[in-house]
């Protein structure tokens, strides 16, 4: 496992003297590391209940030990299909040579109502609405708001945001390898994300090949 200086300090504390020891901890370290962690994911899911206006009362582990949040108890192919999306993710960065951000807890993947589940053309695409800001008059303005597969919610802890599917679970694989893509460029490789972090001015994804 791949810690990096976001983590917060206390986790070192309690995971050195985990590996030095070996010995049980004292209650009160176990205890504020869990409340550190606690109020990390309360701030998240606070945000994205702001964004989405969803309840996200699950909260569950893929197999690989990303952080899920949903609405109901996600089916074992939905987690499933956020790891695979992580897995291809992490290989194409290290290919880049990236090395950070590269460990399946690091990241906090909401699973929201999506705000329609068929674009323009007819075609199965659950989508989560998000207000236009700078895609205003873009094509992808709908008068205020744009439809969106996902969207990054923040950077430290990784976290984004992607709708329920119902089935081709391979898009869920895709949204997370592509939302990913803007986390590990902007840890990775800042100026390579502030040029691609903003579709309005043309460019998607996959940005990383
Ligand atoms: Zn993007």
Request: charge should be neutral; charged fraction near 25%.
């Given at each position: 496992?791949?810690?990096?200086?976001?983590?917060?300090?206390?986790?070192?504390?309690?995971?050195?003297?985990?590996?030095?020891?070996?010995?049980?901890?004292?209650?009160?370290?176990?205890?504020?590391?869990?409340?550190?962690?606690?109020?990390?994911?309360?701030?998240?899911?606070?945000?994205?209940?702001?964004?989405?206006?969803?309840?996200?009362?699950?909260?569950?582990?893929?197999?690989?030990?990303?952080?899920?949040?949903?609405?109901?108890?996600?089916?074992?192919?939905?987690?499933?299909?956020?790891?695979?999306?992580?897995?291809?993710?992490?290989?194409?960065?290290?290919?880049?040579?990236?090395?950070?951000?590269?460990?399946?807890?690091?990241?906090?993947?909401?699973?929201?109502?999506?705000?329609?589940?068929?674009?323009?053309?007819?075609?199965?695409?659950?989508d989560i609405a998000i207000p236009a800001a700078q895609y205003a008059g873009?094509?992808?303005?709908?008068?205020?708001?744009?439809?969106?597969?996902?969207?990054?919610?923040?950077?430290?802890?990784?976290?984004?945001?992607?709708?329920?599917?119902?089935?081709?679970?391979?898009?869920?694989?895709?949204?997370?390898?592509?939302?990913?893509?803007?986390?590990?460029?902007?840890?990775?490789?800042?100026?390579?994300?502030?040029?691609?972090?903003?579709?309005?001015?043309?460019?998607?994804?996959?940005?990383?090949?």
């Amino acid at each position: 496992m791949m810690l990096t200086c976001s983590r917060p300090k206390i986790l070192y504390a309690v995971l050195a003297a985990l590996i030095v020891s070996g010995l049980s901890l004292p209650g009160r370290f176990v205890q504020t590391a869990n409340a550190q962690q606690r109020s990390v994911r309360e701030r998240l899911v606070e945000r994205a209940s702001q964004i989405t206006g969803d309840d996200f009362p699950v909260y569950v582990k893929t197999e690989r030990g990303a952080h899920v949040f949903a609405r109901s108890e996600p089916r074992r192919e939905v987690l499933d299909a956020i790891d695979d999306g992580l897995t291809e993710l992490f290989n194409i960065a290290r290919r880049h040579g990236y090395r950070a951000r590269l460990d399946y807890s690091e990241y906090f993947v909401f699973i929201a109502r999506p705000d329609r589940t068929k674009d323009s053309a007819g075609a199965y695409s659950p989508d989560i609405a998000i207000p236009a800001a700078q895609y205003a008059g873009s094509v992808y303005d709908q008068g205020g708001y744009i439809y969106a597969a996902g969207m990054v919610m923040a950077y430290n802890p990784c976290a984004f945001i992607i709708a329920e599917h119902e089935h081709d679970l391979a898009r869920i694989t895709s949204v997370v390898r592509y939302e990913g893509e803007h986390l590990i460029l902007y840890h990775n490789d800042r100026s390579l994300y502030e040029r691609t972090a903003d579709h309005s001015r043309g460019g998607g994804h996959p940005i990383l090949q």
